[in-house]
């Protein structure tokens, strides 16, 4: 099992703690780090070096993409494996895709690439390397069927999580338990991400403050990361679940996270910037009117989206201001919208219904 980012690793480590439960005798080799070995996995490669996202930013990670490529397409000719599962990560994952293939070995993709989105013309690596994919989102299932890759909607599994806390528990973890608003702010896992994304998120918090003085500011942060220049923020380095639940409201880099945040009914404002050569790239390739998967699943703007150079400090806090009234109409009518993408995401169950497909591929 392969997952190189923390989202994806999440996700992969309550797949792994599944297994091992139904089937104790199971043995899962992964690439990834401290979570998905807590859950079980023998790590084999540490996926620290992996995670960066954008063409200039990925050429720093080239040397340890292709070391780790190597030594896993010997494992797979040596005939280690009945079954490699990838999670998310397109870029490597591909690529480990078609080593397992030529060895023989099936495929299940968990998480797929967002071929809808950019990068169409990989559909055919899909079409020859991968047996089958676990979509997470609804409409993915028609996009890679009607092109002649299977592929089942398992639902998503951030709905399979049951140790999400209350509000008021998390802001009592937190140590936020005077009155006033709370401002979550998530500038990303990734330490080219946050170097991009903090300055703004950091500056528009800043202003709020300025006009607020109750408000409080609560930091999603990655060990490994830096996060200059904010006195009196709350820092949070163990889930951002705890941050997204205990904020009124976020501002939230595109990825994920929004999704949680939807999930967890907490209003946000979305916001990413890139490589200025990775945006240039992007804007050819990228075919979807929306950065933030809410908006793509509810199919209309629902959350306000900053891209690379709108993404300014008084733009990101004129947005997420009428958030963060306590009974404000902005707010309301995103949890309205959020109740209608919680429905077209599908029930709990995710991580059960890949279970029963992983058992399908290997029974």
């Known amino acids: 099992m392969s997952a190189c980012e923390a989202s994806g690793e999440a996700h992969s480590s ?70 490699v599962i990838l999670v998310d990560y397109p870029g490597f994952h591909l690529r480990l895709a078609a080593a397992a293939s030529h060895a023989g070995i099936p495929v299940l993709y968990y998480i797929a690439p967002q071929l809808w989105a950019w990068g169409s013309w990989r559909v055919r690596s899909l079409r020859k390397h ?75 918090a800043m202003r709020l403050s300025k006009n607020n003085p109750s408000l409080r500011v609560l930091v999603a942060a990655v060990d490994g990361n830096e996060y200059p220049g904010a006195p009196g923020f709350v820092y949070h380095r163990v889930d951002s679940a705890n941050v997204i639940v205990a904020a009124d409201a976020v501002l939230c880099k595109s990825g994920t996270a929004t999704l949680e945040a939807a999930v967890a009914d907490t209003p946000m404002v979305v916001a990413y910037r890139m490589h200025p050569v990775s945006y240039m790239a992007a804007r050819w390739v990228v075919r979807v009117p929306h950065v933030s998967l809410p908006n793509l699943i509810a199919e209309r703007e629902i959350c306000p989206e900053f891209i690379q150079g709108d993404v300014t400090p008084q733009a990101l806090a004129a947005a997420v201001e009428p958030l963060l009234e306590e009974s404000g109409e902005a707010a309301a009518r995103q949890r309205r919208a959020f109740a209608e993408v919680r429905t077209k995401l599908g029930g709990p169950g995710a991580t059960g219904r890949v279970v029963q497909l992983v058992e399908q591929m290997v029974g």
């Open 14 to 83: 309550l797949l792994v703690r599944t297994l091992k439960e139904r089937h104790p005798e199971i043995d899962i080799d992964a690439v990834g780090g401290q979570l998905i070995a807590r859950a079980g996995a023998n790590v084999i490669e540490s996926r620290d070096d992996f995670s960066v996202v954008g063409l200039a930013e990925g050429l720093s990670t080239l040397p340890a993409h292709v070391g780790a490529l190597r030594r896993l397409r010997k494992r797979f000719e040596a005939g280690q494996y009945d079954l």
């Open 130 to 204: 991968i047996r089958q994919i676990a979509a997470v989102l609804p409409f993915e299932t028609t996009y890679f069927n009607d092109r002649g890759v299977a592929a089942a909607f398992v639902g998503h599994p951030l709905l399979d999580r049951e140790d999400l806390p209350t509000a008021a528990a998390a802001r009592a973890k937190l140590g936020l338990t005077s009155q006033g608003p709370i401002l979550g702010l998530l500038p990303g896992s990734r330490r080219s991400e946050v170097d991009r994304m903090w300055p703004c998120f950091r500056d528009a």
